[in-house]
């Protein structure tokens, strides 16, 4: 089954404590993103990779970190969290860049206490 | 003006009637278009493509209006389980050859009601 995976799906820690969210795709789609989404502020990208060692940043990359190693993984580090990024996440991957409709990951609900 | 503005509603609509909104976006060089529905809490999920001529799956409509830059949804015959909040997506282009920048709208969101 096509789809992409996130892991955890919740996760409850305190300021400071590393922590990586992972993500994978078994679509072999070349492009992948990561969003936060919060109340009234709608889907924000944090980070984007067009493909394997390309990556860039989004409209909210401050305190997150991310690879591309392989085409499959794309995971989200937060190096030193704190409570200002509790927030929904999801991670998305395309078949490419130009226009081609996104596929999402379940989310993972981070609460940084 | 913000790249992709939609009505935030709630559009309370009873079942079985129709309701249609729209989704404004800014850069007139915006190529691909898309409308997705996301559940509470839950992942945004692609509902459809919108193409230039407009374009139908079932009881959803969309259509594309380049001249005044918007894109449409309609919804006949309304279920309870059309229930969600209406996410648009546009793709425009970007710095960098063949690169693509993508925003989403805030959503609209759409109660169905008996």
């Known amino acids: 089954e096509a789809q992409v995976t996130q892991n955890p799906r919740y996760l409850i820690t305190v300021t400071g404590k590393k922590l990586t969210v992972t993500c994978s795709q078994n679509?072999?789609?070349?492009?992948m993103s990561w969003y936060r989404q919060d109340p009234g502020l709608g889907l924000r990208q944090i980070y984007y990779?067009?493909?394997?060692?390309?990556?860039d940043k989004g409209d909210v990359p401050e305190g997150y970190k991310v690879s591309r190693k392989e085409k499959r993984n794309f995971p989200l580090i937060l190096e030193s969290p704190s409570p200002n990024q509790t927030s929904l996440y999801f991670c998305?991957?395309?078949?490419?860049?130009?226009?081609?409709?996104?596929?999402f990951g379940d989310g993972t609900r981070l609460s940084i206490l | 003006r913000k790249e992709v503005e939609q009505d935030p509603g709630p559009f309370n609509v009873p079942e079985g009637a129709t309701v249609a909104f729209n989704c404004t976006y800014s850069?007139?060089?915006?190529?691909?278009f898309f409308w997705y529905r996301q559940d509470c809490r839950k992942e945004p999920k692609l509902l459809m493509s919108?193409?230039?001529s407009g374009n139908e799956d079932g009881r959803f409509t969309a259509q594309l209006n380049r001249a005044s830059q918007y894109i449409s949804l309609l919804i006949r015959d309304s279920k309870l389980s059309d229930s969600a909040t209406y996410l648009c997506?546009?793709?425009?282009?970007?710095?960098?050859?063949?690169?693509?920048?993508?925003?989403f709208g805030k959503g609209t969101k759409v109660w169905v009601i008996p």
């Open positions: 998305a991957s395309s078949l490419s860049t130009s226009g081609q409709p996104q596929h």
């Open positions: 679509m072999n789609h070349e492009y």
């Open positions: 990779s067009m493909n394997v060692e390309v990556t």
């Open positions: 850069n007139s060089a915006s190529q691909s």
């Open positions: 919108v193409y230039s």
């Open positions: 997506v546009v793709y425009s282009p970007a710095s960098g050859a063949g690169s693509y920048q993508l925003t």
